[in-house]
């Protein structure tokens, strides 16, 4: 199968789930349901929760053993972006051509509305419990490497880094915020399609090394893209303004071979990664 028709159709499985499974704008508190359905139901790729999918297929499973979890990454990834876009921290006006949650809803329904996806990303994960077939020790497993890529040595720290950036003095340290920013939810959403699939822990390293891998060149490539369409360069740490996009597409090269060199073990059956790695090197939006 073709990767875009994949994507297209994996998405619409994952919004529909999303859809029926959220709270209705009319449910008490209306209000902040509202404002829940509004970040998620937005139009976005569903990247991460469709690399969940993706993993257990990869590992011989049906992608319905793991949906639960892929949507409540999806909430979990949609409580980080609510909260960046805060005025304390990126100070966005729009996300996915909307504008920002704040915007809307004001910035104290903001912080409410990152917090309540966060909760109910956890108890779509604990929820996969309920799926015949499904490990009730895996489903544990997964919330605990869940909630270690969420935390101060991960993606929240990589937070800090990035709020922190000017008194930072080593650029190179660019590398390790976008592992802990980008890659690290990347790595939780394959690990827990992998844990859920009951993968061994030599596939569960491999899938964890294309994460990060995959994470570096995605994160870089939105980079670029942002800078080349916005001719400008923030004082935020992006790598490309630091680096120039010359030695930017070098390292997107570099870090889509090493991703590719991680999926040696699975051999043909991980085309679908392989066409995954080809789209973001040289995706154009």
């Not at 139009?43 to 257990?56: C, D, H, S, V």
């Not at 990454?73 to 980080?80: D, G, K, P, R, V």
């Not at 008194?167 to 980008?182: C, E, N, P, R, V």
């Not at 790598?239 to 073990?265: D, N, T, V, W």
Request: hydrophobic share 40%; proline share 3%; net charge negative.
């Amino acid at each position: 199968m073709q990767l875009r028709v994949y994507l297209q159709e994996k998405k619409k499985i994952i919004d529909q789930y999303l859809e029926e499974n959220l709270p209705s704008e009319q449910e008490n508190p209306s209000l902040i349901h509202r404002s829940i359905r509004y970040s998620v139901l937005n139009g976005g790729k569903r990247l991460r929760p469709i690399l969940t999918l993706m993993t257990a297929e990869l590992l011989g499973k049906s992608f319905q053993l793991v949906l639960p979890t892929a949507a409540g990454i999806e909430l979990i990834h949609c409580f980080s972006l609510v909260h960046d876009d805060l005025p304390c921290m990126d100070n966005d006006d729009y996300r996915r051509g909307k504008l920002t949650n704040h915007k809307v809803f004001g910035e104290s329904m903001a912080v409410l509305t990152g917090d309540a996806l966060l909760v109910m990303g956890l108890a779509f994960i604990c929820r996969n419990g309920q799926i015949p077939g499904v490990n009730q020790e895996s489903v544990l497993k997964v919330v605990e490497r869940v909630l270690e890529m969420l935390g101060t040595q991960n993606m929240l720290g990589g937070q800090v880094e990035d709020i922190n950036w000017q008194s930072q003095s080593d650029a190179h340290k660019i590398k390790d915020i976008y592992l802990k920013k980008t890659s690290a939810l990347i790595c939780a959403s394959l690990e827990a399609g992998a844990l859920l699939a009951e993968a061994d822990e030599e596939e569960i390293l491999a899938l964890n090394k294309f994460g990060e891998y995959i994470g570096l060149a995605f994160q870089i490539t939105d980079d670029m893209l942002d800078l080349e369409q916005d001719k400008k360069i923030s004082g935020k740490p992006v790598y490309p303004a630091i680096f120039g996009l010359e030695k930017s597409a070098h390292a997107i090269k570099r870090y889509c071979r090493l991703a590719q060199e991680s999926l040696a073990i699975f051999g043909n059956k991980a085309e679908l990664f392989s066409q995954l790695i080809d789209y973001i090197q040289f995706r154009k939006e």
